[in-house]
């Protein structure tokens, strides 16, 4: 079958509609490999990473979408973290790939050195000769920066992952002073006859009878569905410059391997050269699967099927740091033309989460402004005034109630997260028979005062039936970019009372302004301080305690207000849609949490 039309024939022009499209026509895994990279490092290779920008629709901004792991000593990395895209074969997506070399384990790429990019569009890696596009790379002048290779491969619908553990056994002895130390690498097979990678193990030091720890792969990354495909698994002795030594390698399917542990998944390991060149030569030792298990991933809409009954709390970013309201560049800012930031990423967001709450009643909370009539600092209020019954009728409402807010509350700080997560932990505490799951969507411009009681608070929140979704408004945190704030002695609060404006003043110890121009004292950038609570690479902890499961998304959503494309936002929030179900099914929403 041809994959080009394979991929065509997945949507047509007449059933696609941006503005309410929020299911994909065809998801794609994308793969990277390079050739004759830049050896950027002194006394070894370079390290190199891939990092994956996409542009939105008729927006000319480049976005970081992903990155894939440092390979270390190599200037022929093949990538083992793949990129899933949704793909409409009738719009332009456009794509740059650029390579650093890592020279520390800071997430700032302006600490690494750049080795080169490429730039190319979705549909010219579908559309190539088996969805394989290989072009050179620039961005250096004077210099080649050697090849990317991309290739694309449409998504099956497998929902099946599989558990499973190896351990070798007399392998060849490969280093001078002692043994082997031995690594697997798993290859999946293509159309084409070509392989992609898609899984590779620890090393296991100076062995020739290595036990690999047990991993997990999804079915769809392993065989893409196909149980037929055939599983290329080569076997390597590590080397520290990156020249690892080939030891042998076997094919299986997944169809064999989950015979499980038997006679019939013992496979000896061939090295080609040693076969032709030995008569005696038998194999250079075996590998033998020790268990696999094969689990089925339940969705969130397996969990609305079921029905449990999803309550959706949303929690609103009052602090200091998003701009004196009364001014145009604030986030806050109440134009009579157009809906600021807030207002933007609140009403695109819950138009959509609300088909997924059975009564429609949100309650609605702020946090880090100062409370009529006393100015009281609150980190957990109700926008519509009553503490007693903070929900509000649907996302009209939600907007109504933060309208209401804006000309009443005074946008102060510090901007703390923990009160709103335990308000929502508290609910779902009470909740453990499954019937109901709970998600809190916090909306702010990046800014976080609280780390500790956060991290302490999603640590104890991790065992119970919730996700917390926070979305970030504004470019400067959310880009990366470092703004400040001043500390003075007085605050301006502005409050909005129908068509007047009213300033007052306030004498407190210590107060922040939006000025950039008066940078005093920096903050930490969004980016760094949201990784820690997106526990996608490291597990948040807090005083020595581990999060169950990972249950904290991060989301940024541009300032869309100020180049009124709702396309684009729709795109963008589109993500944050799937947050809900990545939360369930990549993550796993654990039966004993529910």
Same mark, same amino acid.
């Given at each position: 079958?041809?994959?080009?039309?394979?991929?065509?024939?997945?949507?047509?022009?007449?059933?696609?509609?941006?503005?309410?499209?929020?299911?994909?026509?065809?998801?794609?895994?994308?793969?990277?490999?390079?050739?004759?990279?830049?050896?950027?490092?002194?006394?070894?290779?370079?390290?190199?990473?891939?990092?994956?920008?996409?542009?939105?629709?008729?927006?000319?901004?480049?976005?970081?979408?992903?990155?894939?792991?440092?390979?270390?000593?190599?200037?022929?990395?093949?990538?083992?973290?793949?990129?899933?895209?949704?793909?409409?074969?009738?719009?332009?997506?456009?794509?740059?790939?650029?390579?650093?070399?890592?020279?520390?384990?800071?997430?700032?790429?302006?600490?690494?050195?750049?080795?080169?990019?490429?730039?190319?569009?979705?549909?010219?890696?579908?559309?190539?000769?088996?969805?394989?596009?290989?072009?050179?790379?620039?961005?250096?002048?004077?210099?080649?920066?050697?090849?990317?290779?991309?290739?694309?491969?449409?998504?099956?619908?497998?929902?099946?992952?599989?558990?499973?553990?190896?351990?070798?056994?007399?392998?060849?002895?490969?280093?001078?002073?002692?043994?082997?130390?031995?690594?697997?690498?798993?290859?999946?097979?293509?159309?084409?006859?070509?392989?992609?990678?898609?899984?590779?193990?620890?090393?296991?030091?100076?062995?020739?009878?290595?036990?690999?720890?047990?991993?997990?792969?999804?079915?769809?990354?392993?065989?893409?569905?196909?149980?037929?495909?055939?599983?290329?698994?080569?076997?390597?002795?590590?080397?520290?410059?990156?020249?690892?030594?080939?030891?042998?390698?076997?094919?299986?399917?997944?169809?064999?391997?989950?015979?499980?542990?038997?006679?019939?998944?013992?496979?000896?390991?061939?090295?080609?050269?040693?076969?032709?060149?030995?008569?005696?030569?038998?194999?250079?030792?075996?590998?033998?699967?020790?268990?696999?298990?094969?689990?089925?991933?339940?969705?969130?809409?397996?969990?609305?099927?079921?029905?449990?009954?999803?309550?959706?709390?949303?929690?609103?970013?009052?602090?200091?740091?998003?701009?004196?309201?009364?001014?145009?560049?604030?986030?806050?800012?109440?134009?009579?033309?157009?809906?600021?930031?807030?207002?933007?990423?609140?009403?695109?967001?819950?138009?959509?989460?609300?088909?997924?709450?059975?009564?429609?009643?949100?309650?609605?909370?702020?946090?880090?402004?100062?409370?009529?009539?006393?100015?009281?600092?609150?980190?957990?209020?109700?926008?519509?005034?009553?503490?007693?019954?903070?929900?509000?009728?649907?996302?009209?409402?939600?907007?109504?109630?933060?309208?209401?807010?804006?000309?009443?509350?005074?946008?102060?700080?510090?901007?703390?997260?923990?009160?709103?997560?335990?308000?929502?932990?508290?609910?779902?505490?009470?909740?453990?028979?499954?019937?109901?799951?709970?998600?809190?969507?916090?909306?702010?411009?990046?800014?976080?005062?609280?780390?500790?009681?956060?991290?302490?608070?999603?640590?104890?929140?991790?065992?119970?039936?919730?996700?917390?979704?926070? @979305?970030?408004?504004?470019? =400067?945190?959310?880009?990366?970019?470092? #703004? !400040? $704030?001043?500390? *003075?002695? /007085? &605050?301006?609060? @502005?409050?909005?009372?129908? =068509?007047?404006?009213?300033?007052?003043? #306030? !004498? $407190?110890?210590? *107060?922040? /302004? &939006?000025?950039?121009?008066?940078?005093?004292?920096?903050?930490?950038?969004?980016?760094?301080?949201?990784?820690?609570?997106?526990?996608?690479?490291?597990?948040?902890?807090?005083?020595?305690?581990?999060?169950?499961?990972?249950?904290?998304?991060?989301?940024?959503?541009?300032?869309?207000?100020?180049?009124?494309?709702?396309?684009?936002?729709?795109?963008?929030?589109?993500?944050?849609?799937?947050?809900?179900?990545?939360?369930?099914?990549?993550?796993?929403?654990?039966?004993?949490?529910?």
């Amino acid at each position: 079958m041809n994959n080009c039309n394979s991929f065509v024939n997945m949507a047509s022009i007449g059933d696609f509609d941006p503005l309410n499209a929020s299911i994909p026509a065809t998801k794609v895994e994308i793969t990277v490999s390079c050739r004759n990279l830049l050896d950027m490092d002194t006394f070894s290779k370079s390290d190199p990473i891939c990092v994956l920008y996409t542009q939105g629709i008729g927006n000319k901004e480049w976005r970081e979408f992903g990155r894939t792991e440092v390979i270390e000593n190599t200037l022929n990395p093949e990538f083992v973290r793949k990129f899933i895209l949704d793909y409409f074969f009738e719009e332009r997506q456009n794509l740059r790939f650029d390579l650093y070399d890592v020279d520390s384990k800071s997430s700032n790429l302006s600490k690494h050195d750049f080795l080169g990019q490429a730039f190319c569009t979705l549909g010219e890696v579908v559309g190539s000769l088996g969805s394989r596009m290989e072009k050179p790379m620039v961005g250096i002048p004077g210099k080649k920066c050697g090849n990317i290779i991309v290739k694309a491969e449409e998504m099956g619908n497998c929902r099946e992952s599989v558990m499973m553990q190896f351990c070798g056994n007399k392998l060849d002895k490969k280093d001078f002073f002692g043994k082997s130390d031995p690594f697997l690498v798993f290859y999946r097979s293509n159309e084409d006859g070509t392989f992609t990678i898609c899984h590779k193990t620890e090393v296991v030091k100076n062995t020739l009878n290595p036990v690999w720890q047990a991993f997990k792969i999804p079915v769809r990354a392993l065989c893409n569905g196909d149980y037929d495909r055939t599983i290329k698994i080569e076997c390597y002795d590590w080397e520290r410059d990156g020249s690892h030594d080939f030891i042998g390698e076997f094919t299986t399917s997944y169809r064999e391997l989950s015979r499980g542990q038997s006679q019939f998944n013992v496979y000896e390991v061939i090295n080609p050269k040693k076969k032709g060149k030995k008569k005696k030569y038998l194999n250079s030792g075996t590998v033998t699967l020790l268990s696999f298990l094969v689990d089925i991933e339940v969705t969130f809409l397996d969990y609305i099927k079921g029905g449990t009954q999803i309550n959706f709390t949303v929690a609103i970013d009052f602090t200091a740091s998003n701009g004196n309201p009364a001014q145009p560049t604030s986030l806050h800012y109440m134009s009579p033309y157009q809906m600021n930031a807030y207002a933007m990423a609140l009403k695109a967001v819950g138009e959509i989460i609300q088909d997924y709450d059975s009564d429609k009643m949100f309650p609605a909370l702020g946090f880090g402004a100062k409370l009529p009539p006393d100015g009281r600092v609150s980190h957990e209020f109700a926008l519509n005034g009553n503490p007693q019954n903070p929900y509000c009728a649907g996302i009209d409402g939600v907007m109504e109630a933060y309208y209401q807010s804006l000309k009443s509350v005074c946008l102060y700080g510090p901007t703390n997260f923990s009160p709103v997560i335990n308000h929502v932990a508290r609910y779902a505490a009470s909740v453990n028979d499954g019937s109901q799951y709970f998600v809190l969507l916090i909306i702010t411009d990046g800014v976080i005062s609280d780390m500790a009681q956060t991290k302490e608070s999603i640590v104890n929140a991790s065992c119970l039936p919730m996700s917390i979704i926070i @979305v970030g408004v504004g470019p =400067a945190e959310f880009d990366g970019k470092k #703004h !400040t $704030h001043r500390c *003075t002695n /007085t &605050h301006t609060c @502005v409050s909005h009372t129908h =068509a007047h404006t009213h300033t007052h003043t #306030h !004498t $407190h110890t210590h *107060t922040h /302004t &939006h000025s950039t121009e008066q940078m005093m004292t920096t903050v930490s950038c969004f980016s760094s301080a949201m990784i820690e609570l997106d526990g996608d690479e490291v597990r948040i902890s807090s005083r020595g305690r581990y999060a169950e499961r990972d249950i904290v998304q991060v989301h940024r959503v541009p300032s869309v207000c100020s180049t009124a494309r709702l396309p684009d936002a729709w795109s963008q929030i589109g993500r944050v849609l799937g947050a809900l179900e990545y939360a369930s099914q990549t993550k796993k929403l654990s039966a004993s949490s529910l």
